[in-house]
């Protein structure tokens, strides 16, 4: 039996490579985080803990700037150790002890960053780009008279998720969230309630 013929509404997968122009000032936040990195040289007899919180920061900043500048906040004000959690992260570890970029000279760097970015307010240039992607979907499906798609949005950084589900609730467009900090008892209603509620286009998840 062909999958098409045993499930016969399976989500269809398409392929699609965004590109996305980022303004000046957040091309600026992420091309300093990058920097960082590099002048860390990173690989070599730099403390595992240090190496790894900075990997964070960049990772974070790669999936959302608004989001990353909000977990760069949150570490700056409570000077706090690294949390793998922060991200869906398995099989890793380290010591309570271990020094980090937060508790390093680079704090400096990164209060920076925050505050560039709380000065400046840049539009967020991705969340752009998703808005516009959701909507042209929706349009063609109402244009087709068909029921509107709805949409699973992954990300691995906990703090893209949290921003996604409130700027999206913002916006109009209602959404469940799971991911490994949510119960599985929650997880498995935010699940149903995407899957049956009209009124729910969006699952954010990791």
Known sequence: TRKADAVPDRPQRAAHWQRVELTEVEREI???????????????????GFEMSLLMAYRA??????????????????????????????????????????SSSLRSRFKELVDLYKSAEPPDSKLKALLDTLRDIWADDDANSHPRRKMVIFSFFRGTLNYLAKTLRSRGIENCKIHGGVSIPDREQAVDDFLRKSTIPVLLTS
């Open 61 to 102: 900043t790669a999936s959302c700037i608004p989001a990353a500048i909000d977990y760069f906040a949150d570490k700056l004000r409570t000077n706090s150790a690294l949390e793998l959690d922060d991200f869906e992260e398995e099989g890793e570890s380290y010591e309570d002890d271990e020094p980090t970029a937060w």
């Open 30 to 48: 992420y091309q300093s985080v990058e920097s960082l990195c590099r002048e860390a040289r990173m690989g070599g007899t730099t403390p595992w």
